[in-house]
């Protein structure tokens, strides 16, 4: 069997396990399991090797990789990979999202909101082998990578058809709705 064929089996079986556990309805709870088995998928890292999903200059230093999303657009599995840096502001998603550790290290912070104001950190969570965290829909949390890391982001629905999500934007101090833009890799096979 090939890579690819290994991979990609590798992965719907991981998937197969996300929609059992999103079927049973999401919580702490069921966002806890989706991060262990995606950990579980990370183990296998001789199918996810960085010099099979390299991060691309053109895309301010992080590219998603599509692994997986079903036709309706929901599960979707994506690989993050940064060659050195890049931050993300505090953010929502609209829907659930778990983040897995594959190699390097992504500091998340997760923030308690007081009102309309602005975002207070309440815990900070660094992503690595071994490390995952989960978020419900209406949780916010900001994005932090110096000096490189591949990993696994899997959402209950695409990013690229979810709706406006709410940014922080500390310049201005206010909360501000934008659209996911950036582009994604479809690296299914």
Same mark, same amino acid.
């Given at each position: 069997?090939?890579?690819?064929n290994?991979?990609?089996?590798?992965?719907?079986?991981?998937m197969?396990?996300?929609?059992?556990?999103? +079927?049973?309805?999401?919580?702490?709870?069921?966002?806890? /399991?989706?991060?262990?088995?995606?950990?579980?998928?990370?183990?296998?890292?001789?199918?996810?090797?960085?010099?099979?999903?390299?991060?691309?200059?053109?895309?301010?230093?992080?590219? /998603? *990789?599509?692994?997986?999303?079903?036709?309706?657009?929901?599960?979707?599995? *994506?690989i993050?990979? %940064? +060659?050195?840096?890049? $931050? +993300?502001?505090?953010?929502?998603?609209?829907?659930?999202?778990?983040?897995?550790?594959?190699? @390097?290290?992504?500091?998340?912070?997760?923030?308690?909101? $007081?009102?309309?104001?602005?975002?207070k950190?309440?815990?900070?969570?660094?992503?690595?082998?071994?490390?995952?965290?989960?978020?419900?829909?209406?949780d %916010?949390?900001?994005?932090?990578?110096? @000096?490189?890391?591949?990993?696994?982001?899997c959402? @209950?629905?695409?990013?690229?058809?979810?709706?406006a999500?709410n940014? !922080?934007?500390?310049?201005? @101090?206010? !909360? /501000?709705?934008?659209? %996911?833009?950036?582009?994604?890799?479809?690296?299914? %096979?």
């Amino acid at each position: 069997m090939t890579v690819n064929n290994l991979r990609a089996a590798a992965i719907a079986d991981a998937m197969c396990d996300i929609r059992e556990i999103d +079927a049973t309805g999401i919580d702490r709870n069921s966002i806890e /399991l989706i991060g262990k088995r995606l950990l579980e998928l990370a183990k296998n890292r001789d199918l996810f090797p960085w010099s099979d999903f390299p991060s691309l200059a053109s895309n301010d230093g992080s590219t /998603l *990789y599509l692994l997986s999303q079903d036709e309706d657009h929901r599960f979707a599995l *994506y690989i993050q990979s %940064v +060659a050195d840096a890049t $931050e +993300a502001p505090p953010h929502d998603h609209l829907t659930w999202a778990c983040i897995a550790g594959i190699e @390097g290290e992504e500091i998340n912070r997760r923030y308690d909101l $007081e009102g309309a104001g602005e975002p207070k950190i309440s815990e900070e969570v660094c992503v690595e082998e071994g490390v995952a965290i989960g978020f419900l829909p209406d949780d %916010v949390h900001s994005i932090h990578v110096q @000096g490189g890391a591949l990993n696994f982001h899997c959402y @209950g629905n695409d990013l690229l058809k979810l709706p406006a999500r709410n940014y !922080w934007n500390a310049k201005l @101090g206010v !909360w /501000l709705k934008k659209k %996911v833009r950036f582009p994604i890799i479809d690296a299914r %096979v």
